[in-house]
């Protein structure tokens, strides 16, 4: 599911009243988790994963990554794969000569969560 719906369900009483309807949210899945490291060396590459709420649906969830200066390879995408709840994803990061501090958004379902790092030389 890529979007959030909301059917009705009716059912209807042997006695022969009217419907009675009942309305309810089917929301899609959404990031709730960026794992990250808190501290990464210089010039290392250092796995991440996201998390969902729920499976996503046919195609997947892709959510979208954007990172802030020190990093030098961090994919565009990381598409959570249809049924799963995870995927985990790379970032490789330039050599510093002092310990600064480094940070990457990922957001997807309407939904935005940053990591935040120490980048040690």
């Known amino acids: 599911m890529a979007k959030d719906t909301y059917p009705v369900i009716g059912a209807r009483c042997g006695t022969g009243r009217p419907a009675d ?24 590459t250092v796995k991440g994963s996201v998390t969902l709420n729920g499976r996503a649906g046919p ?34 990061f330039e050599k510093v000569t002092q310990q600064v501090t480094g940070q990457f958004t990922a957001s997807a379902g309407g939904w935005k969560l940053a990591a935040h790092f120490e980048i040690l030389p």
């Open 21 to 44: 309807n009942r309305h309810f949210a089917v929301l899609a899945p959404h990031l709730a988790v960026l794992s990250f490291p808190r501290a990464v060396q210089s010039g290392s």
């Open 59 to 92: 195609g997947g969830v892709r959510v979208a990554m954007d990172g802030i200066v020190y990093i030098s390879s961090l994919p565009a995408v990381v598409l959570v794969p249809a049924g799963e709840t995870s995927a985990t994803f790379a970032v490789s």
